[in-house]
């Protein structure tokens, strides 16, 4: 089979790696990639959100199959776009419909979607600036910690957990004026929940599922959970505290009433779906679903995926994933982001990367890398992703810092502290 791969991230790497692993691969081309998608394909030179230019790349390089990693082509609706198009039609894609994706394009659709099934998750209020009195009144009604979230798309940084009050009025006034611009069009006030959050995932054709390994991911930019939220300092799968019996409580209340959900509504969801849940005095509940992998979570859980990732999507594209067994090794993984210098705020790119050729016993993933002139630079906020096995997450972690001091590049910054609260 001929793939098309859309992405940038350490994410798409991480695919990249996965599905070059599988003796039904032909040939994989990454749109755009990055430094460490070319080590296993090509990388196009175009955006993953210009459809036209995917249309085309399709079309040159006689595609089979596209896997879309990013959400926001799948909440643009690159889906029905090839559906829509007799040339693409034929095309196989894995991604939810535009109507499907809206489980993380919009948190309030995501809200009444859970209310409707009957799934646990924070209690909550929706509000836009022609309700701003009716927020900041209901704000008073609130006991502080108070969560706002950005009802669309903001990079991972639409959602502030705020300890004062006047401060949380003041934000939610900032976020309904346009501090991140339409995504905060409309704001979703949300009960705040205490306990240890968890990442599961789940392929699904919409109407059966399979799941796959279980990840924590590290959000915050300081050590011990401080400071600004980012798109994840590292990972670990799987998370110790997720046991049987908090695995049970998952299945039956979450995913298999999210699953019936789809098909109940008649949504076509072909692909990914990530549940950000937390787990609150042994009970889990749902934070947020997003429509694809996350991101760095799918650099330790498909390490640990036993099975032909290829051959697991054909089956689901072909309506037969009940057929095929998504296997997990027993060992720890885990996984340490370095990031540029200044990151999640502005930071400097095109620094050049140094010590990869010295590192031992881990995977490297690129995330923000390129090549320059012959050499490897950096290129975004999150840099490299390194993954390492262990007999526990304590022996993965350890191996990753051991080659997160080898690495090296001017403002290398990188949290030591993965799996702290474990």
């Known amino acids: 089979m001929r793939i098309l791969l ?92 535009k109507e499907a994706a809206q489980l993380e394009g919009s948190k309030a659709y995501a809200k009444k979607f859970m209310q409707r099934h009957g799934i646990p998750t924070a209690a909550y209020r929706e509000f836009t600036a022609d309700t701003l009195s009716e927020g900041l009144a209901y704000l008073d009604t609130q006991t502080p910690p108070i969560v706002l979230k950005a009802d669309g798309l903001a990079a991972g940084k639409g959602v502030l957990i705020l300890d004062d009050l006047a401060v949380a009025k003041k934000e939610l006034e900032a976020m ?108 889990p509940y749902v934070i947020e679903y997003n429509c694809r992998m996350g991101d760095p979570e799918t650099e330790v859980v498909f390490p640990r995926m036993e099975s032909d990732l290829l051959e697991v999507l054909v089956k689901l594209d072909d309506g037969e994933l009940g057929t095929v067994e998504v296997g997990e090794q027993v060992e720890a993984a885990a996984t340490v982001i370095l990031v540029s210098g200044g990151y999640p705020q502005a930071y400097e790119k095109g620094k050049v990367i140094s010590g990869l050729e010295a590192t031992e016993d881990s995977l490297i993933f690129h995330a923000g890398t390129k090549m320059a002139d012959g050499q490897l630079v950096t290129n975004g906020g999150r840099v490299i992703a390194i993954t390492s096995f262990g007999l526990d997450f304590q022996e993965a972690v350890a191996q990753s810092l051991k080659n997160a001091a080898t690495i090296d590049f001017d403002g290398k910054y990188f949290r030591s502290d993965i799996g702290f609260d474990l």
Do not use: C
């Not at 990249?16 to 080590?39: E, H, I, V």
């Not at 090839?82 to 095309?91: I, M, N, R, T």
């Not at 908090?246 to 098909?263: F, S």
């Open 6 to 97: 859309l992405g940038s991230g350490g994410r798409e790497h991480a695919f990249a790696w996965k599905l070059s692993q599988s003796p039904r691969l032909d040939a994989l081309f990454t749109a755009p990639g990055n430094g460490g998608t070319s080590q296993h394909g090509t990388n196009l030179a175009i955006s993953y959100n210009d459809f036209e230019a995917i249309k085309s790349a399709v079309l040159t390089h006689q595609i089979d199959l596209v896997i879309v990693g990013p959400e926001e082509p799948l909440v643009n609706g690159i889906y029905d776009y090839f559906k829509a198009d007799a040339q693409l039609a034929g095309v196989r894609i894995i991604g939810p419909s």
């Open 176 to 283: 309904l004026g346009g501090k991140f611009g339409a995504a905060s069009s409309t704001v979703v006030v949300e009960q705040f929940l205490k306990g240890l959050e968890f990442s599961v995932f789940v392929v699904t054709d919409g109407k059966d599922y399979q799941l796959l390994p279980v990840a924590k991911d590290y959000k915050r930019i300081g050590e011990g959970d401080t400071g600004l939220n980012t798109g994840g300092m590292g990972a670990v799968s799987p998370p110790p505290f997720v046991d049987e019996v908090l695995m049970d409580k998952v299945i039956k209340r979450i995913v298999e009433p999210t699953v019936n959900g789809l098909a109940a509504e008649e949504l076509i969801y072909k692909g990914f779906i990530f549940f950000g849940l937390i787990e609150v005095g042994g009970e």
